[in-house]
């Protein structure tokens, strides 16, 4: 049932005749035959369904499995595991998705600080460990006794030496507080009636995402939702329109979302049926509008800064 909210509240979720709707048209593994159909989300789980994913026809693997936390997903739960167990679990689903994987491909992996140690020592063995990056993940209680845990990793990796990387899509703008000039003139930099500003080439420390929350569209309920400029950040640099992205814990559907916002084709499976009928919706929405919070212009903003762009340039409206 859908949950009581404030007038102001933007959390997306699925009425019943959208769900009546979306459940017809859902497609679940147990009914596929031949190859898996792409754009869609497929309800099922990955060892059932990688079977249907055609060999060698993935360009950008994105992996978002539970931490090593004991967590409710809807019906289905996770249970927390000793560091062996953990590695064993992920070893027996993570090498089934290997043949999916073009030669060019790229893989990002998700973890915490506990469980990305254990995800390096089980790809370091299958991919080529190309960075890991972490970003800041400022929403979350805070610790008594221990310091408050503000960010996540990613690993990066990919299956041989040759690979996507489109560095020009991913700079992020940044305010300059101590504009340089030579001769007179900026450099390496741009002046704008709202300000200062330097296109920048993006590190392996993210601290401009957004965590979804209630004001805005994207937000749902699922519990470790991405944030899409996040996934905006990834699929820009690793993949070209039309490529295929492949995600085997689809959630809520956040890759997927963006995939389409940015032309891309994507697998995408998830084995609760709600976060499957709550991505379809978010699917349906992206038809009408392909923004994304934090890019505009073909370029990623620091966090809060576009959106006070918006406001000054309001403010100067007469």
């Known amino acids: 049932m859908n949950k009581q909210r404030a007038v102001r509240n933007r959390t997306l979720s699925v009425s019943q005749k959208e769900r009546k709707l979306f459940r017809s048209e859902s497609i679940d593994v147990k009914d ?39 967590k409710k997903f809807q019906n289905n739960s996770f249970t927390k595991k000793n560091e062996e167990e953990y590695k064993e679990w992920f070893s027996s689903w993570f090498r089934l998705l290997l043949p999916t994987l073009k030669n060019s491909a790229s893989v990002y992996i998700c973890g915490d600080w506990k469980t990305s140690t254990s995800i390096y020592e089980v790809i370091k063995n299958h991919l080529v460990i190309r960075n890991r990056i972490t970003w800041e993940r400022e929403k979350g209680r805070g610790a008594k006794a221990n310091f408050k845990n503000s960010h996540e990793d990613i690993w990066f990796a990919t299956v041989g030496k040759n690979y996507t990387f489109n560095i020009n899509s991913i700079k992020l703008k940044r305010k300059v507080i101590a504009p340089y000039t030579e001769n007179g003139k ?35 309920d699922h519990p470790t939702q991405k944030p899409e400029k996040l996934l905006a950040k990834i699929i820009l640099a690793s993949t070209n329109k039309n490529d295929v992205i492949f995600d085997p814990f689809a959630g809520s559907g956040t890759t997927a979302v963006v995939a389409k916002k940015l032309k891309r084709k994507f697998y995408a499976v998830e084995i609760s049926e709600e976060y499957v009928l709550l991505a379809m919706k978010r699917l349906e929405l992206a038809e009408k509008d392909n923004a994304i919070q934090g890019y505009k212009d073909g370029v990623f903003w620091e966090r809060n800064t576009l959106l006070s762009q918006k406001l000054i340039s309001l403010s100067e409206k007469p």
């Open 32 to 70: 596929l035959s031949g190859k898996a159909p792409l754009n869609k989300i497929i309800h099922g789980s990955i060892n059932k369904t990688v079977k249907f994913i055609p060999p060698k026809s993935v360009d950008l693997l994105f992996l978002d499995p539970p931490y090593n936390l004991s």
């Open 186 to 220: 900026p450099k390496d930099w741009m002046k704008t009636n709202n300000g200062n500003f330097r296109l920048t080439h993006p590190g392996n420390l993210w601290t401009d995402i957004s965590i979804p929350f209630w004001s805005m569209p994207e937000n749902t």
